[in-house]
């Protein structure tokens, strides 16, 4: 181990030759550098040399040397003799003519991380997620560590802009954690990542109360196990179902579920606007295929793939091509979705849309109603209706409740209700005026938005145009506008109006208590529920208060 004595500076390149030379037959790769503090002995400090940047990490190895020069009171000209002994010769070119010691550690640095190595880190920084074995403040130093040195791979002007962090920062939280950070506003992302932290634990702390609560045996009346995993309750039922047994000599009649004449649940729909055929809800597929037959008389454009599907008969088959398609189906003719289809010879159905689809637009089959819903919207199944039973008097029953005549009026009613599917609703007879503290015009630049999302947002505005939300304008007031990503690859329009609402005059009127609302329901025997679908774009805005909601967008 080599060592460097109190007061035993060295000075002149010679030295450093000659100190490197002896270093090299002693076969010593470490330096030990003593410490003083208050006149007393300190600590020790040792750094070994820097021989490979492949195998080294230069900036911790940065680090070290940082913190010797600090506790040794080294000089920048007395620290540049030491990071010549202590580099290999290759590096010495690089601070050669250096006069100060960060310009030389900088140099180091760029030489390992250069621009070849920007994509990686880039790469890096979007698979980063907040995970199991990563909590949100541990993925912020993972993340800074790793923008840290993208910063040294590339020029000032080349590196990540705000709005490009914040992007790649956003990408790798849960989706409840997105939501909180856009509403956190304008603090910094490291006081974000602080929040965020304090509410992951209560959030953790909640979800493992829920896994606590979702067991309950009804027998002993308690959270530790359920209903399957009682062994004193399946003993009981054993022996229940072998006296049961027992008395099945004995006919017993029962009231059975009327079945449906319903095979298959099939759609009509059309394909890039104009091919009809018929679509197939196949939960037992797990992606979407189109017919060959119907792609090739469509003329569409294929991409090359290889994937190997078993079909029903357990027989694999190698299929090669998929294709874009935007499919409208015949209930709602103005909304189309983007499907990715497999091609597949000699298919049954024009498209089969399996759990990929079902998943991605919260397809929900009601069987009990004859209602499908997709996107949250209802709509009857075709062909659906109850098989008839004959001889009904002939069917015996024990202790059977009927559906009494009020409930099937309700079932009747809400079914009647769901297949409106009102778009947009309007609150009549009132207009909601912004009142301003200060008339200057608020003009905002606007957020970036990806480029992927600029079909989804065109998509968007459009329907919100033709629904007459919003209108085309030439006010002076802009806030500036964003998009979420949703679940099923459709876009949110999102408005920032915090300037907005903080000149805007305060309501006074007080609203309602809670506590005093909840009272008032002490004797209530009926509780229903609604949702308000975009409740805040059913409230009409006064004609001249208007411009003052203008948005602006890229």
């Known amino acids: 181990m080599g060592s460097i004595g109190e007061g035993g500076m060295i000075s002149g390149r010679t030295e450093i030759t000659e100190m490197k030379k002896m270093m090299i037959e002693m076969n010593r ?58 580099l290999d010769d290759r590096y010495h070119k690089l601070i050669e003519h250096k006069r100060r010691l960060e310009n030389c550690l900088e140099e180091l640095a760029r030489e390992s991380y250069n621009p070849s190595r920007f994509s990686m880190i880039h790469e890096s920084l979007k698979r980063l997620k907040v995970g199991r074995n990563m909590n ?45 950070f856009i509403r ?62 027992k ?10 579920e009327p079945g449906t004449n319903l095979e298959e649940i099939s759609l009509g729909c059309k394909i890039n606007g104009y091919q009809d055929t018929k679509a197939l809800i196949d939960t037992g597929a797990r992606q979407t ?60 159905h024009g498209i089969i849309l399996g759990m990929e689809f079902i998943r991605e637009n919260n397809v929900i089959l009601d069987l009990g109603s004859g209602l499908i819903k997709i996107d949250n919207k209802y709509f009857e199944i ?36 769901k297949l409106r599917n009102p778009e947009f609703g309007l609150l009549k007879g009132f207009d909601h005026r912004i009142m301003l503290t200060n008339k200057e015009p608020i003009q905002m630049k606007y957020y970036p938005i990806p480029y992927a999302l600029y079909d989804g947002l ?38 920032n109006f915090i300037k907005l609402n903080d000149i805007t005059v305060k309501e006074v009127y007080p609203f309602p208590d809670m506590n005093d609302l909840l009272l008032g329901l002490e004797k209530a025997e009926y509780f229903s529920q609604i949702d308000l679908d975009r409740g805040f774009y059913q409230i009409e805005i006064a004609e001249e208060d208007r411009f003052k909601t203008g948005f602006v967008l890229p």
Not at 479 to 485: A, E, G, M, R, W
Request: aromatic share 10%; glycine share 4%.
């Open 382 to 417: 075709p062909g659906w209706s109850f098989e008839e039973k004959e001889s009904p008097d002939k069917i015996m029953s024990t202790d059977v409740r009927t559906i009494s005549e009020v409930e099937t009026r309700i079932s009747e009613v809400i079914k009647e209700f």
């Open 136 to 180: 949100v403040l541990e993925y912020y130093l993972k993340y800074k560590e790793l923008v840290g040195e993208s910063d040294l791979c590339v020029p000032p002007r080349e590196r990540f802009t705000e709005r490009e962090l914040t992007d790649l920062f956003v990408q790798g939280l849960p989706r409840w954690m997105a939501i909180e």
């Open 29 to 86: 790769e470490k330096i030990e550098f003593p410490t003083c503090i208050n006149n007393k002995v300190g600590p020790v400090l040792k750094i070994e040399r820097f021989i490979d940047s492949s195998q080294q990490c230069v900036l911790e190895w940065s680090r070290k040397f940082r913190m010797i020069v600090k506790h040794c009171k080294l000089s920048d000209n007395e620290a540049i003799d030491y990071l010549y002994l202590l």
């Open 458 to 495: 065109k998509e968007e505005l459009a329907e919100l145009e033709r629904n007459k939300v919003i209108r085309k304008s030439n006010s002076h007031y802009g806030l500036p506008s964003f998009v979420i990503k949703k679940p099923n690859g459709k876009v949110r329009l999102i408005t």
């Open 247 to 256: 008395r099945s000599d004995k006919s017993i009649g029962v009231i059975t």
């Open 289 to 348: 295929f189109v017919n060959e037959n119907l792609i090739r008389g469509i003329g569409l454009e294929t991409n090359r793939i290889s994937r190997i599907v078993k079909v029903a008969d357990g027989k694999e088959i190698q299929l090669t091509e998929e294709c874009e398609l935007k499919v409208s189906f015949d209930h709602s003719p103005n909304v189309e979705y983007k499907i990715t289809a497999t091609i597949f010879p000699n298919l049954t």
């Open 184 to 245: 956190l506003g304008y603090a910094s992302i490291e006081e974000k990542a602080h929040i965020l932290r304090q509410l992951e634990s209560q959030h953790t702390y909640s979800f493992k109360d829920e896994r606590k609560q979702s067991k309950w045996c009804d027998y002993h009346k308690s959270h530790f196990h359920s209903n399957e995993e009682c062994k004193t309750q399946n003993d009981k039922s054993n022996k229940e179902k072998k006296e049961f047994d």
